[in-house]
T-cell receptor, first 115, second 113 residues
Framework: KAGVTQTPRYLIKTRGQQVTLSCSPI?????VSWYQQTPGQGLQFLFE???????NKGNFPGRFSGRQFSNSRSEMNVSTLELGDSALYLC??????????????FGPGTRLTVL | DQQVKQNSPSLSVQEGRISILNCDYT??????FLWYKKYPAEGPTFLIS?????DKNEDGRFTVFLNKSAKHLSLHIVPSQPGDSAVYFC????????????FGKGTKLSVKP
């Protein structure tokens, strides 16, 4: 079974631009979660999607948004990029999500650099 | 306010010996705990989990112990191997009503040959 894939792997943007990251979950997994990893804050939860609906949301500003498609693939969008948005963005999938005590399987991440 | 704490940023162990990684949490509503291993430039890899109804879970060389009264869990790796060198993250969840993981900041384990 193929693992979680994320595209692109690396991205460089400038302040004020917007960016869209993509995540393809493991086949059959309906829950997709997004995390931001920075050296100072560690791994922080952004949001979870399940069956095309946002089920949980972390403590991030509205510039961070996401969506999920009917095939469970998910996208994350960050608008009006700031320098502090430079981070590794990780996507994780699971069959039914943590609410069902499923462990999450992570993709390799997208390294976003904002200049 | 950090709800999940890994107080040791790094740990160095000799090959063949036991590695013990510790994790403390503050939220008594957490009922599902997981350990992940992470290599540079890769996403975290799930290692082992434990629910709050258990106090121990074993999988090969990896054992996780949970002490609910102390709000403490630990990961034991026996015997440690050089390939175990990575950053280990402890994560907690209130699975019943909260669908996200709260991660500690990680402990970098170095296993020396």
């Amino acid at each position: 079974k193929a693992g979680v894939t994320q595209t692109p792997r690396y991205l460089i943007k400038t302040r004020g631009q917007q960016v869209t990251l993509s995540c393809s979950p493991i086949s059959g997994h309906r829950s997709v979660s997004w995390y931001q990893q920075t050296p100072g804050q560690g791994l922080q939860f952004l949001f979870e999607y399940f069956s095309e609906t946002q089920r949980n949301k972390g403590n991030f500003p509205g510039r961070f948004s996401g969506r999920q498609f009917s095939n469970s693939r998910s996208e994350m969008n960050v608008s009006t990029l700031e320098l502090g948005d430079s981070a590794l963005y990780l996507c994780a999938s699971s069959p039914l999500g943590l609410a069902a005590y499923n462990e999450q399987f992570f993709g390799p991440g997208t390294r976003l650099t904002v200049l | 306010d950090q709800q999940v704490k890994q107080n040791s940023p790094s740990l160095s162990v000799q090959e063949g010996r036991i590695s013990i990684l510790n994790c403390d949490y503050t939220n008594s509503m957490f009922d599902y705990f997981l350990w992940y291993k992470k290599y540079p430039a890769e996403g975290p890899t799930f290692l082992i989990s434990i629910s709050s109804i258990k106090d121990k879970n074993e999988d090969g060389r990896f054992t996780v112990f949970l002490n609910k009264s102390a709000k403490h869990l630990s990961l034991h790796i026996v015997p440690s191997q050089p390939g175990d060198s990575a950053v280990y993250f402890c994560a907690a969840s209130n699975g019943g009503s909260q669908g996200n993981l709260i991660f500690g900041k990680g402990t970098k384990l170095s296993v020396k040959p």
